[in-house]
């Protein structure tokens, strides 16, 4: 077991110094990206995707402390199964799309939790509402066309009504659960 951590180890350090010596910025690619949203409706799981989402991380894994992720949510570019779901989601009660057209999430912060594993400290802001946000995340170095790329995967739960998402009827948690989860699985290439 010990070589094994030992080989993981130095795989991380031989894959991290192919990585220029300086923090970069990353650049979300769209085409190989999924953020994807879980929720229950009457017992029932249901998931949706968010869609032409984009993002720049600006970070170097070696001081990961100094990172800062922008990242922006067209809340027009949900997909989901029904058109009917899709209509409800955009409406003013839900997302409000019409008055506020984007979601985003912004960090300045990250920890190092292990060798690729991080958190970073940020806000996400829907309709009118910002919270603060513990963003657990593992990021990998790969190959993507023959580049070296980011692979960064995570899975969080908000809480819908905190942003305001649920208004008159759909605030009933017995319909809807006030959580919903948020599963990310991006890669990223160097501007």
């Known amino acids: ?7 993981s180890a130095a795989a991380a350090t031989l894959a991290l110094a192919m990585i220029p010596a300086q923090a970069a910025e990353w650049v979300l690619d769209p085409a190989e990206s999924l953020v994807i949203f879980k929720y229950a409706y009457e017992g029932t799981p249901y998931e949706g995707q968010f869609g032409n989402v984009s993002a720049t991380f600006d970070i170097d894994p070696l001081k990961p402390g100094s990172c800062n992720f922008d990242v922006t949510i067209p809340i027009d570019g949900i997909n989901v199964d029904s058109p009917e779901t899709l209509d409800y989601l955009l409406d003013l009660e839900m997302f409000d799309v019409d008055q506020w057209p984007t979601a985003t999430f912004s960090a300045e912060k990250c920890s190092i939790d292990s060798i690729n594993s991080f958190t970073s400290e940020g806000t996400l802001t829907i309709r009118d509402q910002t ?17 070296i790329c980011f692979h960064l995967m995570s899975e969080v739960t908000v809480n819908r009504l905190d942003f305001g998402v649920g208004q008159g009827y759909w605030a009933n948690t ?18």
């Open 1 to 7: 077991m010990k070589t094994l951590i030992q080989q």
């Open 131 to 147: 919270h603060p946000i513990s963003f657990p995340f593992t990021l990998d170095i790969e190959t993507c066309d023959g580049q």
């Open 174 to 191: 017995a319909t809807i659960p006030n959580e919903v989860g948020i599963a990310i699985d991006v890669y990223a290439v160097q501007k």
